[in-house]
């Protein structure tokens, strides 16, 4: 099976500080991946190089066939990337309906209303909670709903992979619950799915294969039910 993302090589520094070192992994179609690891292991400095948000960068990225690395930031988005960072970056002041309709003005400058009106109609359906809020300030939710507004978000263009850097962080645990859920639902719906996630446990319950990272290097990957059932390494790699 070819790659959707194939990762050859990647390295990243923050001023003099080489955070990412000659990392490889890839993810198929369809399949749920988890990078794994402990605080400043280097996994969302992995997530931010791909989408073209760290600026010292080495290595290849390949989407589908076509390397990415080089090119602007604002062309992920165009390839079929679509990406949730840590901090969710809801806008305040815009109701849950506006910040929807950001994520298809984004990857359509110029949709219509119609356009626009049914991306938030069969979004809502898959995010309940978001349904029941479409006109409440999006900043005004809980974290969780903020979260998943912002899945929901990166979702109105209809990517063909998401990258998730700890969706769970902060939220309280009915919320974390509902969130892996949606994201099992989302793979059987043919979206690819990049996790970044502490909570080791849920995120290997729902991927398919991890990779453990640290010190910017991938020190272990295999099957996710795998590595879900060997304590030793997740004590070694991945205890916070």
């Known amino acids: 099976m070819t790659a959707l993302l194939d990762v050859e090589g990647l390295n990243a520094w923050y001023d003099r500080s080489h955070v990412v070192q000659d990392l490889s992994f890839h993810v198929d179609a369809g399949e749920i991946v988890t ?19 760290v600026g010292k960068r080495g290595g290849s990225a390949r989407f589908d066939g076509r390397d990415f690395l080089a090119e602007p930031a604002h062309t992920r988005f165009h390839f079929g990337l679509a990406y949730v960072p840590e901090e969710r970056r809801i806008v ?31 979004i809502a359906e898959t995010f309940p909670r978001l349904k029941e809020r479409l006109d409440q300030e999006g900043s005004s939710m809980s974290g969780g709903e903020q979260q998943m507004l912002a899945i929901a978000r990166a979702m109105m263009a209809r990517p063909r992979m ?6 769970s962080e902060g939220i309280m645990p009915i919320l974390v619950d509902e969130m892996f ?27 398919d294969r991890a990779y453990i990272i640290d010190q910017g290097r991938v020190v272990h990957h295999g099957d996710a039910a795998a590595l879900l059932a060997d304590r030793e390494i997740q004590e070694r790699y991945c205890a916070v």
Do not use: H, Y
Request: proline share 2%.
């Open 35 to 53: 990078l794994m690891g402990r605080n400043g292991a280097g996994k969302t400095t992995t997530l931010r190089t791909l989408m073209g948000l």
């Open 92 to 122: 305040p002041g815009l109701t849950v309906r506006e910040n929807l309709q950001l994520g298809l003005i984004a990857a359509k400058s110029g949709a219509g209303k119609l356009d626009l009106q049914r991306g938030v109609d069969e």
């Open 162 to 167: 998401i990258l998730l850097d700890e969706p």
């Open 181 to 207: 859920e949606l994201f099992a639902r989302m793979k059987r719906q043919g979206t690819t799915l990049l996790l970044v996630e502490q909570n080791v446990e849920r995120a290997l319950k729902v991927s």
